[in-house]
């Protein structure tokens, strides 16, 4: 549905599984899990592997904080965007590298769920992408001791409210791993 012309395919987006962004994470492990499962699904059937990796003044490119946690590795002929922003598109070459590709439709996993996962899935519809919401392979840590919600919630939250975004032409959603379709 996306108002993309020419954009049939679909990409895996994976956004800033980095060691110092989800060591914390809520339910790491199983979430780490869920995006290999993906990742592993995505190239079995020839979707690309899109993936995004943040550095800032807190995460200087290079450190070992910086890298992609050791469970996932990404192969040397999928995309690697860099970012800064909590947008995935914002100021990066993330839009050329999809329309490169033809995809029109983004299945979304990663960290952090109230931060950079929002971020790009709302950067995304505005561009006029089709957004899912992998709501068992984003994770975020605890922020409650600073006034914010319990990653439980943050991911309850974005997870229900995802699934209900539209827009004029594009459609947001949420699914669980197991229900991944990467046709559409």
Not at 39 to 45: D, L, Q
Not at 76 to 82: D, N, R
Not at 88 to 95: A, K
Not at 161 to 179: I, L, N, Q
Request: proline share 2%.
């Amino acid at each position: 549905m996306t108002t993309l012309d020419n954009r049939p395919n679909t990409a895996l987006l994976v956004v800033d599984v980095q060691n110092a962004v989800v060591d914390d994470g809520y339910e790491r492990d199983a979430v780490v899990a869920n995006i290999g499962g993906l990742v592993g699904k995505a190239r079995r059937e020839g979707v690309p592997v899109v993936w995004v990796q943040h550095s800032d003044d807190e995460l200087v490119r290079g450190s070992e904080e910086w890298r992609i946690v050791g469970e996932l590795e990404r192969e040397e002929t999928e995309s690697l965007v860099e970012k800064s922003y909590g947008d995935s598109f914002e100021d990066t070459d993330l839009e050329k590298v999809l329309a490169e590709r033809g995809v029109g439709r983004l299945v979304v996993v990663g960290a952090e769920t109230d931060a950079c996962i929002r971020s790009t899935l709302h950067g995304a519809i505005v561009r006029g992408y089709d957004a899912t919401l992998v709501g068992d392979a984003h994770t975020t840590g605890d922020k409650s001791a600073s006034g914010g919600i319990t990653p439980e919630q943050a991911i309850a939250h974005t997870n229900r409210y995802w699934r209900f975004h539209v827009a004029p032409g594009r459609k947001g959603g949420t699914v669980m791993s197991e229900d991944v379709d990467f046709t559409g």
